[in-house]
């Protein structure tokens, strides 16, 4: 059984970091790739950003280039998500995902149904 478990969500200031985490279990080895997603109230899910199976590539929003950094762990099947700069527009449940696969990430547009397997979502409130 393929499970993803987030946490490190919270409430901070704007201009305040917060690092999520992706733990992964379940999965026979690292051939996938980890997408972060978030999801504001009324609004539909979005792509944030992604890692590929091994890191070498990784992909961004035009919303969250230059603040935000993902980074993963294998050894310790993990997939950090570090937020700088907040806004109170990142104000979200955020989502870890994954789908099979070596050939890069996709995040952007249409890709969330690439996505096999999902999180439970941490939540993420900027407000002063």
């Known amino acids: 059984q393929l499970h993803l478990v987030e946490s490190g969500g919270g409430l901070v200031q704007p201009g305040g970091s917060l690092r999520l985490s992706c733990f992964a279990s379940g999965f026979t080895n690292n051939y996938y790739a980890i997408g972060w997603f978030r999801q504001a109230p009324g609004k539909e899910r979005e792509g944030v950003s992604c890692i590929s199976s091994g890191g070498g590539n990784t992909n961004y929003a035009d919303s969250v280039k230059g603040r935000f950094f993902i980074s993963r762990d294998d050894a310790k099947n993990t997939v950090i998500l570090q937020m700088n700069s907040l806004k109170p527009e990142d104000t979200a449940v955020y989502y870890c995902?994954?789908?099979?696969?070596?050939?890069?990430?996709?995040?952007?547009?249409?890709?969330?149904?690439?996505?096999?397997?999902w999180g439970q979502g941490t939540q993420v409130t900027v407000s002063s």
């Open positions: 995902a994954a789908y099979l696969g070596t050939n890069g990430c996709v995040v952007l547009g249409d890709s969330r149904k690439k996505y096999d397997y």
